[in-house]
């Protein structure tokens, strides 16, 4: 199933690796480290016209990928559950 995370970028659910809230992740140096290390690898995908609020980490065969969008985590994973109870095939 695929979710829809902004400016008309769809993901497949079963590529996320993790939804993480922006705020409270970026606490850590590691995490701060890590998002450095995706943006200078050219992995990050920023779907945000306004103050980003989450990233998400996908992983499929060709490259791990970081997108970060103004989508709350909640919302993000309201809309993955909300397919699932639709009973959306995968």
Do not use: W
Request: proline share 2%; glycine share 4%; net charge negative.
């Amino acid at each position: 199933m695929f979710i829809h995370i902004g400016k008309d970028q769809i993901i497949n659910e079963k590529e996320i690796v993790g939804v993480f809230d922006l705020e409270t992740a970026t606490v850590s140096k590691d995490t701060r480290r890590f998002l450095a290390a995706s943006q200078e690898g050219m992995r990050t995908v920023s779907l945000c016209d306004d103050l980003p609020k989450t990233f998400i980490i996908c992983d499929n065969e060709l490259a791990e990928s970081v997108y970060i969008t103004q989508l709350s985590p909640a919302v993000t994973v309201s809309r993955a559950k909300r397919n699932n109870d639709l009973g959306v095939s995968k």
